[in-house]
């Protein structure tokens, strides 16, 4: 119709210019995720770009910080084991490389999550060597460092920093602040960006911000071990769990904000996104991880649920409760598992997020492809429809 009336000089071509931007819808975001063990060397670095470049990905997160280490040039962080001993930088190797045929390099960041070997790390500048009083505390009042005293995980995850420590927060906030400063990504990802369980924040440092605010000692809420000068009724018992919970998820909703304004601030182009959890009501509850309120607030560009779920009626009912949260669904990138399932399965996937309105695609992982090279046919012709 608009063209009809360009050539019939109803619309002057002018104008047309004007609104080519607005007609022309921008390219949705084909994504992969770059797990750290396939960036350790420079022929590993070509592979990963010329797959993207071949195969359409407009953008790649990388990951840069796996276990409290560093995948790049460093002076906060210990460099990775994994990487060479000749100071090879894969970050400062790929942005080039990947620029160079347009493709976006996000730098993927493990937050909390900061160990999870059965030993301690060797290195004495690692973090939970050097601040074992950052670490997380379950509401037993037992260390996750703990864990590894007794050669195991014990079902956890491993190691996280407290998100409720202040000296923990603006350390990462410095981890982060390093990399936007001295490297030229498009974006900042964050991942392991909540509380590891319900059962966590119990920090020393995150009870004692409580009990400044509230007069309460919320380890005492959950299981009455610890003193207290006194006891608390029933009614008020179930009045300050709802406090610590929003405290909880308020805290770690103000810190999002603060990287946000941080990073801006050294480059005000540069995309903040975060790997969540794809139930928003279960990551807001479990996780205190508020993701729709980052977006609504502000404080961050975009997010990618982890929609890891093998079974198509779970992954269509995380995209439901997603959808009622009346959310912009272009800063939600949906996450694609290969790992879990055969290619049809998850190719499929592809068509059921845009069919619910999600075009922005985000693929776990590049891992896949190493394994199985031809498990990505499928989802790349799905890709490309």
């Known amino acids: ?123 004495s500048r690692h973090i939970v060597n050097l601040h074992p009083d950052w670490v997380e505390v379950n509401g037993r009042g037992k260390g996750d460092l703990e864990f590894i005293a007794q050669n195991g995980r014990n079902g956890r995850e491993g190691v996280y920093l407290s998100p409720l420590n202040d000296e923990a927060n603006q350390h990462l906030l410095m981890v982060i602040n390093e990399l936007v400063a001295n490297y030229d990504i498009d974006g900042i990802h964050l991942d392991y960006v909540r509380f590891q369980d319900r059962d966590y924040g119990y920090n020393r440092a995150g009870r004692k911000k409580f009990l400044m605010e509230y007069n309460v000692d919320p380890i005492t809420l959950g299981n009455g071990k610890g003193s207290y000068w006194y006891r608390l009724n029933p009614e008020d018992k179930e009045k300050y769990w709802i406090y610590w919970n929003d405290f909880r998820r308020d805290q770690l909703t103000s810190f999002i904000g603060s990287i946000n304004s941080s990073i801006k601030t050294i480059r005000p182009s540069i995309k903040f996104s975060a790997a969540v959890k794809p139930n928003p009501e279960i990551a807001r509850t479990r996780f205190f991880q508020d993701w729709p309120s980052w977006l609504r607030n502000g404080s961050m560009d975009f997010v990618i649920p982890m929609n890891y779920a093998a079974a198509e009626n779970d992954f269509k009912r995380s995209m439901t409760m997603m959808k009622r949260e009346n959310l912009n669904t272009e800063q939600i990138f949906m996450g694609i598992a290969t790992y879990n399932q055969n290619s049809s399965t998850s190719s499929a996937k592809i068509t059921h997020s ?4 999600f075009q922005n695609l985000i693929i776990f992982s590049y891992d896949t492809y190493v394994k199985d090279p031809r498990y990505f046919d499928k989802i790349h012709r799905s890709l490309k429809q």
């Open 1 to 123: 119709m608009i063209l009809r009336y360009l050539k019939a000089g109803i619309i002057p071509a002018f104008f047309f210019l004007l609104l080519l931007p607005v007609l022309v819808s921008a390219k949705p975001v084909q994504g992969i995720w770059v797990v750290r063990h396939s960036i350790t060397s420079p022929q590993k670095v070509r592979k990963v770009v010329e797959f993207a470049a071949a195969n359409g990905y407009t953008d790649l997160f990388i990951q840069v910080r796996g276990r409290g280490d560093a995948y790049y040039n460093s002076q906060l962080v210990p460099r990775s084991t994994l990487l060479p001993a000749n100071n090879y930088d894969p970050l400062t190797d790929i942005i080039p490389l990947a620029h160079s045929y347009g493709i976006k390099i996000h730098a993927w960041v493990n937050m909390y999550l900061s160990w999870s070997a059965r030993k301690m790390p060797s290195n």
């Open 354 to 357: 845009r069919d619910a309105g």
